[in-house]
């Protein structure tokens, strides 16, 4: 049965006598109006010098002069191109193809831009391109526009010119070539095959210079044990689409792990088609967003996964490796291997152990399985570093043999955990060089702090699996005077062409059978896939070691990369600042997460204090080394397994940022040795930390049926009816179906479009990629922390979280009522309460939901919003008085109001406070003023546009045209839009499907976004 | 003696009305009579015996995209040109002067690189005959411009033009004057009629002592009321009519910096809105054409003819308007080359729509076919563009209201018309129908 569990957003709200919950749930502006602090001293009122009479002396005067100097309209001017390029029209986007890698996050994408500025970006979805953009890259437009960045070349700390630089550094290396010191290239990963050319003419004319790859997150011991295996440093690229059951250890494949990107193979699996579809075990430690999506969730600290990686390797390779794997996990590990030899080749294990033999395993498993969701072809090259080389080359600074330190896309300073070492090592380096988007922590100790372009100004090529090749295009000139590291390297080479024509030159060898114009239109050329060879190694021996793994005694500390602010590379991106995590739902921080027994055991709680807003206790981290974070907020997290705790990486950067987005601290210190697992030990510290938390805010009000959720065996084997039950109420004291009775007359919407939204809750992972996509799209203003405290975020679009026990209600009375005799009554009452320890997670993207029959449409006293026979709830801005009526009665609060100016306002100084910031306004929707309501339009800018083009070209529309913002960032296809007018239309079919249904059907609104009942594999 | 000093007043401005009149019509007859002066002297002496008239004819068919008389384009000035080369030597020069180059003629080599190495085209078309008449075309003597109106400026209007034509504001000033003559001296005669009756001794009927009409109004209470409601009422609808047209810019029409006239180009010209507003076929944007757009013309129009000049705008001055652009967009009119050096054009925008409204041109012109004028008003009778219509709110619904949408041929509205005009029960449909007055499809 689907609707009688109970979904909860916070642990606070599993306090039934708390009445800030109560009051969260009851008012729709939870802080009081402070009306007391001005009217209610008497005295103060009395004795001021401005009597009333002045004040509306005041008053009058300046309305009038408002009003006279309202009568004179702007001069405004309007300014045609000189020579106007062929391909731009204003007022028509130009789309560009481009595949990016970062160093962190790489996709293949379409760049809209409008009068040559890009201003938004969308998934490339032609054949190949496979990779979709993530909510980092939706918001790299924004650090594109960054005011933030290093706009030209500096020796020294002073401003500089590119023939200085370019005569600094080849007078160093000369030096350097002289005194027989080292010339090292610190690089990140690349997975560019022209710059690796490069390096390698680079390296072959100076002898004494060398690469070195880094990357700031590692996954070090994945590579070395692929290298050991298979002879070659690349990742694994998994196909989860193939896999009927899915083992995790530890590895968060929907979110950071070996770069992600695995949404979209995995969501195939997990939409259920003909009553079948995929299972997936999760052990972990942190709750992360697959251990939200499994089906069965594991929490356990990393030396149990250790064990039990051991343990599904005896079972399914039949060895017998001693395990010490605690008790209560036995069964469960021991279900999940049997189940996953059972799959074979339809089975696949991976694991984010940072551990070469774990890695081992996971290969020798997936070997054993024939898994066809493991292949060794067409390997990721977007992780090469190697943990041992960077020691090598600290240790090289530090004992002065670096003469001169060319780095590019890395800043060591900030993300390594031994900087002292690094800075110390630097000071005996000759001239150092920072190629960098911003002057950063490195590029600030540097004696060369080099400005390059942003990705969306440059020339590169990518290849980020093994056989594909994609080429990186600028979409708007160079903002700043900035040079590519390439461009510096090429005339280091001696050469004087531009990295273009290299790129072009070398793309001739590489995109065989297609050219050069093709491959630039298409963004990605796919090749002949080499699959790697080779394939054993000692996996036994591995076996050994993993399970006589040391266990520290002390918390273990697990660093892992959010889902907003990945590596750091864009701390000072307020989309992404904004961005509630979707596990935790806070923004604006970095946190640790414990589990509710640690919390008790250290005393450390969250609250919901009055005003909606949450505190938590502060701790201070000591790692077994020495290691100190002091002062670090807590988050009770359900599901955190005990014994672990939690910390993001990425956070607390200082260089190059406004004073809003410094925030957080510097997990990166207690990263070391590369080990994302850390022994250490937990103190509550002082004070009480303000997060800008927005999982107790804009509830449902406690109406139940908000999430449906069944599991595969009742929908295979029941009615529809059972598990997507009709709400019923009572009419004329009869029961009938809520969606038979009315209160309004109805609308006819049968001619034309109707729009509806889909959203299937078994496809959505909460990825957030929409969430951004939707700010880039609808000019959505960022509001800051203690804005969003006060629960005044402006996200048109949310992802709701809830956690619910695994017990039904039923489940729960069965038990009640089985109790026998006081011991049993105490210990089972126990087991009841402890909900909170490892929860199921469901998202819940809700935006506004279009009712047909909307109840903002009755209140408001002015009309401003308003019915569509398109099925879009029109909100018409200017109209808009701002009495807030319409946010009260919205059940599914979804509207938003703007308290204040926030473009323009020094006080919200974002990226709309800054000429720079504004050009990435999408100039198809309306900036909101002060004083206005507003919320999801369905992107009406974007449906509109697509009749408008189909109107002039004189054609019906093809399904599969009408897009939002959100549907197109949606790569795992969990959001699906289209016109329910059209009867061969996909949407139609979703609307039709059995597992549809409304949120808070029984309120009668008839909303035209549908969603569709979760189903678990358990 | 009050008597005598009467009379002569009334004699004296008498006289000096007529006195004023007379100037004025002394002085507009004067601009009548000035003469289209000729300088018999400038003509260059004809060389050939052709025919001036055909050849003009085909000048215009084939040299002038290139050549202008007296100014350099492409080509060089054609003028006298029968002055500077022999006949025979032009004829083989026009049919194909590349041949000419080639063949080593100094000549043909020397005029080919004064004239940037640019290529002329060849007319092996052209007779003998053909390019003497173009010859005696080139030869005929520069048509000197009527020498300016004393005293008339150019961009000034209100004065008198070459035409003769005295302006309507002196006209309306010499009536007055005569009504005022004409009041005044009613007002004399009464006088002097009051005067005579008095001295002749006959009496005047004494009026009797009414109520005073405002003492009888102001006892009426009624009255006073409806009267009161009536001026509230009417203040408010001037209030009102006031406050409804703050913001609305109708007739807005600014100075701009380069002074287009659209009475020259869609007018005069008959050019094509959608030449040069291209943008508007396919953009949510009208679009300012870009001066590259301008430069596909005006590479050879470097001067307007004489024609175009108006009694407000003289010849110099349009000239002066396409040296500003080529200014703007760096063309070099001697060397017929870009000198790169640009200044974009600051227009002043006229038809400013609130940042809360979405208009889509392309919506309008290519979907539905409206004329630009419909909104714009008629842009080829203006010298200086202005907004035609209010540009407000009510001004689009009561459009929308209106207009039929044109859904012939035009696949996307099939399967729409069909079922909307069986809803209706009509079979044209209008924007509102269709859904045109729904906020959202403005206001987003």
Redesign the interface.
Known sequence: MSSNKKYWKSVEELDKNSSIVEALRNNEFVEEIPTDEFLGNNDALSSSSTSRRDFLKYVGFSTAAATLA??E?P??????????PEQI????ADYYATSVFDGFDFANLLVKTREGRPIKIDNNTIAGAKFSANARIHASILSLYDSMRLKEPKIEGKNSTWSAVDSKIKSSIADAAAKGGQVVLLTNTLASPSTEKLIAEFIGKNPNAKHVVYDAVSESEALDAFETVYGERALVDYDFSKASLIVSVGADFLGGWQGGSYDSGYAKGRIPKAGKMSRHFQLEANMTLSGAAADKRLPMSIANQKQALVHIYNIVTGSSVAVSLEDKFKAEVTKAAQQLKAAGSKGVLVSGIQDKNAQLLVLAINQALVSEAFTTSGTRQIRKGSNAKVAQLVNDMKAGSVHTLIMSGVNPVYTLSDSTSFLEGLKKVKTSVAFSLKEDETALVSTVAAAVPHYLESWNDVSITKGTYGITQPTIRPLFNTKQFQDVLLSLNGSTGTFYDYIKANSSTIIAGSSWNKVLHDGIYVGAIPAATGGSADFSAAANALSKSKVAQGLELVLYTKTGMGDGQQANNPWLQEFPDPITRVSWDNYVTVSNADAKKYELSNEIVANGGLNGSYATITTADGLKLENVPVIVQPGQAVGTIGLALGYGRKAALKEEMMVGLNAYSLYKGFNNVQTVTLAKAGGEHEFACVQGQKTLMGRGDIIKETSLEIFNTKDAQFWNEQPMVSLDHKEVEATKVDLWESF?R???HHFNLSIDLNACTGCGACVIACHAENNVPVVGKSEVRRSRDMHWLRIDRYYSSESTFEGDNERKENIAGLSSSLSTFNEMEKAGDNPQVSFQPVMCQHCNHAPCETVCPVA?T?????G?N??????CVGTRYCANNCPYKVRRFNWFLYNKNSEFDYHMNDDLGRMVLNP????RSRGVMEKC?MC??MT?AT??K????????VDGEFQTACSNACSTGAMKFGDVNDSEAEITKLAADERMYHLLEHVGTKPNVIYHVKVRNT | MKKVGNHNSISRKLFLGLALSLIFSLTSSAQEAAPAATDAAAAPAAATGGDAVKGKELFNANCAACHKLDAKATGPALRGIAGKYDASWLHKWVRNSSDLIKSGDAQAVKVFEENNKAVMSAFPQLSDGDIDNIIAYTSEPKAEAPAPAAGATEAVPGTGGSDGGVSNNIILGALSLVMLILVVMLFLVNQVLSKVAKANGIETAPKTPTTPIWKAFARNQFLVLVTAVFLLLASAYFVYGFLMQVGVDQDYAPIQPIHYSHRIHAGDNEINCKYCHSAARVSKNGGIPSLNVCMNCHKNIAEVAETTATPEYSKAFYDEQIQKLYTAVGWDKTTQTYTGKTQPVKWVRIHNLPDFVYFNHSQHVTVAGIECQTCHGPVQEYEIQKQFAPLTMGWCIDCHRKTDVKMEGNEYYTKIHDELSKKYGVDKLTAAQMGGLECGKCHY
């Open positions: 309202a009568c309209g001069v405004n001017k309007s300014i045609p191109y000189v020579l106007q029209i204003p007022g028509v006819d049968s001619t034309g401003a308003s019915h569509s026979r398109q879009q029109h909100m018409a801005y200017n109209r198809d929707v309306n900036v339009s009406i800018q509109q009749i408008l189909a109107k002039r070209e004189g054609r019906a529309i």
